[in-house]
């Protein structure tokens, strides 16, 4: 089964910084790009950063541009989301998400169930 | 950035009735348009993409229409397991591919 899995969240403290990780399984990992979405307490979903299959390409929501880099290992087939000056409003539960391509206008057909972060003194 | 704009924010409809969600963008999205279900504590789910075609597993029930800036969702007759988010998402040339807010379907 096509599967995707995050791990590495936790309690940080406010200007803390953070390593997320996504392990992909049963797919060919570096045909695809892959994003991260976020959805802090109560709220909707909001669209935190992509990456290309091959890693070429980046892209980051305004929210969090200059704090975080998404990065992925190919050979380990994993995702990685490493966030920095960590801020109260980046509490929320991670999600990892498999595009449909590997390029760009993909939509997001596979999602793991989430990692929670929580920044608090 | 493209504006997604979701609508109501809440849909209260009795089992066996039909459901219409909006979603609309503020400038053309084409038909790269997006409708996903999330219930309560799960991941979300892909239903439609290309503005009308089911995903693998996602009932006929289902249906998505519109291109360009305007879309709809609509459930013709609501399940239980129906109840739920529903997001609207573009993903038009490059990201950043926003959501919508969400609508929530809830039991009358």
Redesign the interface.
């Given at each position: 089964e096509v599967q995707v899995l995050e791990s590495g969240g936790g309690l940080v403290q406010p200007g803390g910084s953070l390593r997320l990780s996504c392990a992909a399984s049963e797919f060919i990992f570096g045909t695809y790009a892959m994003?991260w979405?976020r959805q802090a307490p109560g709220k909707?979903?909001?669209?935190v950063s992509?990456i290309t299959g091959t890693g070429g390409s980046t892209?980051y929501?305004?929210s969090v541009k200059g704090r975080f880099t998404i990065s992925r290992d190919n050979s380990k087939k994993t995702l990685f989301l490493e966030m920095n000056s960590l801020r109260a409003e980046d509490t929320a539960v991670y999600?990892c998400a498999k595009g449909?391509g590997g390029y760009?206008?993909?939509?997001?057909?596979v999602?793991?169930?989430?990692t929670t972060v929580t920044v608090s003194s | 950035?493209i504006v997604m704009t979701q609508s109501p924010a809440t849909l209260s409809v009795s089992p066996g009735e039909r459901a219409t969600l909006s979603c609309r963008a503020s400038q053309s999205v084409s038909s790269?348009l997006?409708w996903?279900q999330?219930k309560p504590g799960?991941?979300?789910?892909?239903l439609i993409?290309g503005a009308s075609t089911r995903?693998s597993g996602t009932p006929a029930r289902f249906s998505g229409s519109g291109s360009g800036t305007e879309f709809t969702l609509t459930i013709s007759s609501l399940q239980s397991e129906d109840f739920a988010?529903y997001?609207c998402?573009h993903?038009?040339?490059?990201?950043?591919?926003?959501?919508?807010?969400?609508t929530k379907l809830e039991i009358k």
């Open positions: 994003s979405v909707g979903l909001e669209w992509a892209f929501a305004d999600h449909s760009n206008y993909y939509y997001m057909d999602w793991g169930k989430g | 950035e790269n997006a996903y999330q799960q991941a979300p789910r892909l993409y995903a988010v997001y998402q993903y038009n040339n490059w990201p950043p591919y926003t959501f919508g807010q969400g």
